[in-house]
C-alpha cells in the first residue's frame, strides 16, 4: 500500500525538490547581478526530471560520529549537485557578468508560480487520497 501512494506522488515529489533546487539557482544569480566575471547558471528542469522520476534522486549517506555511547546512531543524506549549465546572454556586459536581472526575475516568478501550482496539485492529490481511504 505504502509503495503505491509513494509511486503515485513520485512525480510530484520530485518536481517539487528541483523546482526549490531551482529556485536556489535563480536567487544566488540575482544575488550575484553586480559581481564581476560571475558566470550566470541554470539547469535544464525537464531532463532533470525525467532523471529524478526514471532513476530516483542519487544521494550519498554518511554515518554521523558519535562521540559518546548514549549518543544516537543517525545518518546525513548529502544530494549531489545537479548539472549546471552557464545561461549564454543575450547582451555582453563590459565586467564579465552575464546575470541579466530581466531574465532572472522573469524565470525567478514563473519557477515560483510552477511551485506553488505543484504544491498545490500535490495538496489536492492527497486530499484525494485521503478520501478514498477513509469511505
Known sequence: MIDKLDAALRFNREALNLRARR??????????????????????????????VEQGRASQSMALATTSSRHLHGEAVATPDLDLLFRVPTQSSIDGNTVEMDVERVNFAENALRYEFSLTRVSSRIKTLLSAVQQ
Do not use: G, W
Open 23 to 52: 529556485q536556489e539557482v535563480l536567487a544566488v544569480n540575482i544575488a550575484h547581478a553586480d559581481t564581476p566575471n560571475y558566470k550566470a547558471r541554470d539547469f535544464d528542469f525537464s531532463s532533470q526530471l525525467t532523471q529524478a
